[in-house]
């Protein structure tokens, strides 16, 4: 170290266990890759992941999506919304065409091979989160805020 250099001051370590034991952000990252790891074994067998399932759920509507509007849902930036959809358009999951109201738009639309993975994925996805739910003291409540998170 150079002379005259002082160094800089060290964070407490009862700082980093504050941390550890209050911060929520930390809490709910930890709670969803649980649960992601969770939902990921139960697709297993469809080589579905949860992130695949919830992408092709929110396409489940009577009208295709523009991708601005799913990746706003899904909270997802559209870069990293179209990087998720790429397997899926490549499995012939989805399909990506341009909206004929505005050219520059592009709308989702789940193929009939993405609704029968979704058709067979939706009960082992209700099984799970039932299961889950019975671990949970009050899921309506943490539903909610959670929620609340997400309203800005």
């Known amino acids: 170290m150079s002379i005259g250099v002082t160094p800089p001051p060290e964070l407490p370590y009862a700082c980093t266990i504050e941390v550890r034991d209050a911060c929520l952000c930390l809490h709910v990252q930890r709670a969803a890759r649980a649960l992601a790891r969770r939902f990921d074994d139960a697709f297993r067998s469809l080589d579905l992941t949860n992130g695949q399932f919830s992408l092709l759920m929110s396409l489940n509507r009577p009208e295709p999506p523009s991708i601005g509007s799913v990746a706003a849902l899904l909270a997802m930036d559209r870069t990293t919304l179209t990087a998720a ?3 899926l358009v490549r499995r012939r999951l989805v399909a990506v065409s341009i909206d004929k109201k505005d050219r520059r738009s592009r709308l989702l639309r ?31 409540a943490l539903r909610t805020a959670l929620l609340a998170l997400t309203k800005e």
């Open 85 to 87: 959809l790429k397997p």
């Open 110 to 140: 789940i193929t009939p091979a993405g609704r029968a993975l979704l058709a067979k994925a939706f009960p082992i996805w209700r099984q799970e989160h039932a299961a889950l739910e019975r671990h949970i003291p009050h899921p309506a």
